[in-house]
C-alpha cells in the first residue's frame, strides 16, 4: 500500500460511507445513505465501486447525484478510482430510509 504523508492510500468501506453520508438528495434534503439508496460499497486495493440507486427512474439529477458521489469520496482519497454502478433491483422504496427519516416525512414504520 502506498502511504501519503501519515496516512495509508485507500479508504476503507466506513470512510466510504461516512463520506457518502455528505451527499445530499437535493430533493429531499437527506443524505443518501438516510435514505437507503447506497446499495452497496465495496474497495479493492484503490479502486472503490459504489451501487445507487435513485428515487425515480426519471429522476432529472442522476448526472448530479452521480457527480455528487464521485466528488465525496475524492475528497477523502484523491488517489481513488471511482467506479459507480446505477442499480434498479432491487427497486429503491421508502422502506430503505432509515427509521428517523421515515418518522420525519410520515412514513409507517
Do not use: H
Not at 438528495?25 to 445507487?52: A, H
Not at 482519497?77 to 471511482?82: F, G, L, Q
Amino acid at each position: 500500500m502506498v502511504t501519503v504523508g501519515c496516512r495509508e492510500a485507500g479508504l476503507t468501506v466506513e470512510e466510504a460511507r461516512k463520506a457518502l453520508g455528505t451527499v445530499l438528495d437535493p430533493e429531499l434534503g437527506y443524505s443518501v445513505t438516510e435514505l437507503g439508496m447506497i446499495y452497496g460499497v465495496e474497495i479493492d486495493g484503490n479502486k472503490v465501486t459504489v451501487d445507487y440507486s435513485l428515487t425515480s427512474f426519471g429522476c432529472p439529477l442522476a448526472e448530479a447525484m452521480e457527480a455528487d458521489i464521485r466528488a465525496s469520496l475524492l475528497a477523502v482519497d484523491p488517489s481513488a478510482i471511482i467506479l459507480t454502478r446505477l442499480v434498479w433491483n432491487p427497486p429503491w422504496g421508502p422502506q430503505r430510509m432509515s427509521e428517523a427519516v421515515r418518522l420525519e416525512l410520515g412514513y409507517p414504520l
